[in-house]
Nanobody, 122 residues
Framework: QVQLVESGGGLVQPGGSLRLSCETSGFSFSRSGMYWVRQAPGKGLEWLLGIEATGRALTYVESVKDRFTISRDNARNTLFLQMNNLKSDDTAVYYC???????????????RGQGTQVTVSS
């Protein structure tokens, strides 16, 4: 079965950096588009970045452009999110996701990991 396991979250000061990882199994990672999404307290799920099987990256939120970078290592079946210049508004639970698409009911993802907490605070 599809498994997505995030790690790398934590407490960081504003302006700091974190690198999140998502180890995957149970599907053909190298052939799959992957995504990072987040959920801040009291808010809905927000798509951040996606990366196609080809490696082409997509940005869905202007606020993370030039600060967050998505990448993948197909040999290790692992997805990464490099986050720089973190801000308090970036505080959220971060999830890697698979099978994300837009439907008449909104944006959905077929699979998400358990998430990793990122807290940006001084």
């Amino acid at each position: 079965q599809v498994q997505l396991v995030e790690s790398g979250g934590g407490l960081v000061q504003p302006g700091g950096s974190l690198r999140l990882s998502c180890e995957t199994s149970g599907f053909s990672f190298s052939r799959s588009g992957m995504y990072w999404v987040r959920q801040a307290p009291g808010k809905g799920l927000e798509w951040l970045l996606g990366i196609e099987a080809t490696g082409r990256a997509l940005t869905y939120v202007e606020s993370v452009k030039d600060r967050f970078t998505i990448s993948r290592d197909n040999a290790r079946n692992t997805l990464f999110l490099q986050m720089n210049n973190l801000k308090s508004d970036d505080t959220a639970v971060y999830y890697c996701a698979k099978g994300c698409r837009i439907t008449t009911g909104g944006r959905i993802c077929d699979y998400r990991g358990q998430g990793t907490q990122v807290t940006v605070s001084s």
